[in-house]
């Protein structure tokens, strides 16, 4: 089992920043890719990006050139660092893991509102 959570959402002016941090504990030597994603009121829940064990990257469209993943393996954590917000990044952000066995795990989110 894989524990995760996450930490750092707030409100922010658009065009500000935040740094969303995903702690994993549990079984975490069979993590193989962790990210996140996001829900918006009334919309599903997309993937916004997710980083390998061995680094490799992958994002949304709408996101990338703004948002970048990092994992930090030594500290069993993942961040999101968000500039350039916009109110449509409005949502809540949810961490998740993939094990090796393909079995995926989410954290409880974190609210983060993009307003004036």
């Known amino acids: 089992q894989v524990q995760l959570v996450e930490s750092g959402g707030e409100l922010v002016q658009p065009g500000g920043s935040l740094r969303l941090s995903c702690a994993a504990s549990g079984t975490i030597f069979s993590i193989n890719l962790m990210g996140w994603a996001r829900q918006a009121p009334g919309r599903q829940r997309e993937l916004v990006a997710a980083i390998t064990s061995g680094t490799s990257t992958n994002y949304t469209d709408s996101v990338k050139g703004r948002f970048t993943i990092v994992r930090d393996n030594a500290k069993n954590t993942v961040y999101l660092q968000m500039n350039s917000l916009k109110p449509e990044d409005t949502a809540v952000y949810y961490c998740?893991?993939?094990?090796?066995?393909?079995?995926?795990?989410w954290g409880r989110g974190t609210q983060v509102t993009v307003s004036s």
């Open positions: 998740f893991a993939v094990d090796l066995s393909h079995a995926r795990y």
